[in-house]
C-alpha cells in the first residue's frame, strides 16, 4: 500500500512533448513491447446501487473495486494477456493486487463464470487464493456484478531504477453493452473524453521523485482526480443516469 498515483490531462500534443523532452531519462517499460505501446481492454464490476462510483465520490478513505482487463493483441508484440484485478485505494495510497488468467477463462470470468477461478484445476498459492477469495467476497457479500467495459491505447514508459513509472492513455471509449470480451476489441463507440486528449498517469513507490515534481511545475502540469471507471458510468450507464436525475430533482 505504497504506491501513490499522480493524474494529468493533456492533449495529443503535450504528450509528444514530454515524451521528447523525458527521452534521457525515461525507458520502456519493463512489461511492455519494444515502443511500450499496447490496447487495454477493461470491463469493471460495481454494485447494483452503483457503491463505487458513491464511494469514490464521497471520497471514502478505503475503497476496492475489481476488474478483468486484456491486455494486448494477436500479432501485436504484447501477446494477449488476461488479469482479474482488485484494486485498492486506502487513505490515498494504492495496491493492485492481480490474478494472472488465460485469456479465454478470463473472458468466461467476465461473463459471470465465477466458479472458473475454482474449475480450472490450477494449483494456486496462498496469495493467489487470498486475491480469489477477496473476490468472491466482493462478489457474494456486496454483490458485485459487470457493469461497464472500456478500451484505450497504453504507451508506457518508466525509470531505469523502476521507482517511476509512466504511461499516457489515449482514445479512451466505453460501452454499456456487455459484449464478450476480445483483445483489442475495437467495437467502441463512446468516448469518455476528447480524443485530442490523453490521460497522463505519474505512478512512483513513495512520493515522486523530485526532478519530476521540478518538471511538472515547469510545465505547468495540474494534478487532478479522473477515474476512467466514474467517468465511464457517467458517460454510458443508465443506472448511474438515472440515480443522478433523481439526485438533481431532489436538490432542486
Not at 463464470?113 to 496469495?127: F, K, T, V
Not at 470480451?181 to 505519474?202: A, C, K
Amino acid at each position: 500500500m505504497n504506491r501513490t498515483e499522480y493524474k494529468y490531462l493533456i492533449s495529443l500534443e503535450q504528450k509528444e512533448q514530454i515524451e521528447q523532452e523525458l527521452d534521457d531519462r525515461l525507458v520502456v517499460d519493463s512489461l511492455a513491447s519494444e515502443d511500450g505501446c499496447y490496447p487495454i481492454i477493461t470491463e469493471y464490476f460495481e454494485t447494483p446501487d452503483r457503491n463505487c462510483f458513491w464511494e469514490k465520490d464521497r471520497r471514502l478513505a478505503s475503497r476496492r473495486k475489481i476488474r478483468v482487463r486484456i491486455y494486448g493483441s494477436e500479432g501485436g508484440k504484447i501477446p494477449p494477456t488476461g488479469f482479474i484485478e482488485i484494486k485498492h485505494k486506502h487513505f490515498g495510497l494504492g495496491a493492485k493486487r492481480r490474478l494472472f488468467l488465460p485469456v479465454e477463462e478470463a473472458v468466461e470470468f467476465a461473463q459471470g463464470n465465477y466458479d472458473i477461478l475454482h474449475q480450472s484445476g490450477r494449483e494456486r498459492s496462498r496469495s493467489q487464493r487470498m486475491i480469489i477469495k477477496e473476490i468472491f467476497d466482493l462478489i457474494e457479500r456486496r454483490r458485485y456484478e459487470p457493469a461497464i467495459q472500456l478500451r484505450y491505447d497504453r504507451k508506457a514508459l518508466m525509470t531505469p531504477d523502476g521507482q517511476l513509472r509512466i504511461t499516457f492513455d489515449t482514445g479512451l471509449k466505453c460501452r454499456s453493452e456487455l459484449l464478450a470480451l476480445q483483445p483489442d476489441d475495437q467495437r467502441f463507440t463512446t468516448p469518455i473524453i476528447d480524443p485530442n486528449q490523453s490521460i497522463l498517469e505519474v505512478k512512483s513507490w513513495g512520493p515522486a521523485p523530485f526532478w519530476f515534481r521540478v518538471y511538472a511545475g515547469q510545465k505547468n502540469l495540474t494534478r487532478m482526480s479522473f477515474s476512467k471507471f466514474c467517468t465511464a458510468l457517467k458517460v454510458c450507464d443508465p443506472v448511474l443516469r438515472q440515480q443522478l436525475q433523481s439526485s438533481q430533482q431532489g436538490a432542486a
